[in-house]
Nanobody
Framework: QAQLVESGGGLVRPGGSLRLSCAAPRSLFNMYSMGWYRQTPGKQRELVASITTFGTTDYVASVKGRFTISRDNAKNTVDLQMNSLQPEDTAVYYC??????????WGQGTQVTVSS
């Protein structure tokens, strides 16, 4: 069964950096734009960054200039480099296609905690 596997989260101090990685099924990765989402308790999952199959990127305003999404077509992975992390970035981070009709079951996510 196709699945998504996120990794790279952890505890970091404000101003620090983390790099998240998502391994996606080739069938999903090669055909559709991919995104990184985050969710905090009691809130809806939020799309924070996306990348098309051509490499065009987009970001939510709150992370623009701090986060960078990239894809490795040879490895079928989508990475999220997060710099200048702030406490409000604390969340569970997930990846999936941004195309709702082609979304597959969510992975377990990876916890990012920004705290001093």
């Amino acid at each position: 069964q196709a699945q998504l596997v996120e990794s790279g989260g952890g505890l970091v101090r404000p101003g620090g950096s983390l790099r998240l990685s998502c391994a996606a099924p080739r069938s999903l990765f090669n055909m559709y734009s991919m995104g990184w989402y985050r969710q905090t308790p009691g809130k809806q999952r939020e799309l924070v960054a996306s990348i098309t199959t051509f490499g065009t990127t987009d970001y939510v305003a709150s992370v623009k200039g701090r986060f960078t999404i990239s894809r490795d077509n040879a490895k079928n992975t989508v990475d999220l480099q997060m710099n200048s992390l702030q406490p409000e970035d604390t969340a569970v981070y997930y990846c999936n296609t941004i195309l709702l009709a082609r979304r597959i079951p969510w992975g377990q996510g990876t916890q990012v905690t920004v705290s001093s």
